[in-house]
């Protein structure tokens, strides 16, 4: 009887300890870090938050209303109340468009970038939110340099302690686009500043897809301009460019080839990237002649300055 009553209290215990853990690891999936901005508008700062919510969209509401709250820290701000208000979001396909009024326009250029980075890193965290845009009152977001601030992910945030997230650095890069033709590539330098929260890579993947700047006569568009960033990253000199369907529309009669050599070549002048692969909604289109390109320089012209 000793010996039954035994075994079932070791029973009981595994049981119970079996629980507990499982309970420990729900506790872990439902715990979400928010991120607010410094008093002093220099930094974010992630504070863990329990979710409560159950469903997608209640956990959505949940986490925005976390960031419209102020934090308990009284050195911090909620990144969505800071003198402006949504006016609405809408998800659709993991895009989560958030729509602000023009009181947005009035914060300071550094404390923007802060209140962006805030948003993306806090609302990525759920699985159905993939990509996030600001926009006010209905119309495109620019940046301080006048470049459009689209589809933003996790990884466009550089995650330090807070002291570079709002720094400017002034990049010198080399850059392709297309001759008048449209068959052959003409190099060019451009100096601009750029925020350090976004990578090197996609300052210049942005900066081709903006188009010339028409100071220097003789270039024209190598890659669509509506053409869309979902993420770039870059492993072993190897950078992957993930895009929307839309680069694979043709503009002034410039090939995808050419299209694509404009990126490849670009980003090869950077001294990390070695080979680039090109990636349309995270597949190698069929029609690419190949799933991985290396520098071509026998169809660029270099424009002298």
């Not at 701000?77 to 993991?94: H, I, R, S, Y």
Request: glycine residues 6%; negative net charge; proline residues 3%.
């Amino acid at each position: 009887m000793g010996k039954k009553i035994s075994g079932a209290l070791m029973t009981l215990i595994c049981v119970l300890l079996f629980a507990s853990c499982g309970n420990e690891e729900a506790d872990k999936e439902n715990i979400f870090q928010v991120y607010y901005v410094s008093n002093s508008e220099t930094k974010v700062e992630a504070h863990p938050h329990t979710m409560e919510a159950d469903t997608p969209e209640a956990q959505l509401k949940e986490l925005v209303e976390c960031l419209s709250t102020n934090p308990e820290k009284l050195e911090y701000k909620a990144p969505l109340n800071m003198g402006f208000q949504v006016l609405n979001t809408k998800l659709e396909d993991g895009k989560l468009q958030i729509d602000v009024d023009g009181a947005y326009k009035k914060l300071p250029v550094t404390t923007e970038v802060l209140v962006r980075a805030a948003i993306v890193r806090t609302l990525t965290q759920l699985s159905q939110v993939s990509l996030v845009s600001v926009t006010v009152e209905g119309n495109q977001l620019y940046d301080s340099n006048g470049g459009t601030v689209g589809w933003m992910s996790a990884d466009q945030f550089i995650d330090n302690d807070g002291n570079e997230i709002n720094t400017y650095e002034l990049a010198r890069v080399r850059l392709h686009f297309a001759d008048e033709s449209g068959t052959s590539l003409i190099a060019a330098y451009r100096e601009k500043h750029y925020s350090t929260n976004t990578s090197r890579e996609r300052f210049v993947v942005e900066e081709l897809i903006a188009g010339p700047s028409g100071q220097v006569e003789g270039l024209f568009p190598s890659v669509n301009p509506n053409t869309k960033i979902i993420s770039i990253t870059t492993k072993d000199g190897i950078c992957y460019v993930n895009l929307d369907e839309t680069f694979l529309t043709v503009v002034n009669n410039v090939s995808t080839d050419i299209s694509i050599y404009a990126i490849v070549n670009s980003l090869s002048e950077l001294s990390n990237i070695n080979k680039v692969q090109i990636l349309i909604n995270g597949e190698v289109p069929s029609s690419f002649s190949a799933s991985v390109f290396e520098r071509n320089l026998d169809i660029v012209t270099t424009l002298e300055k």
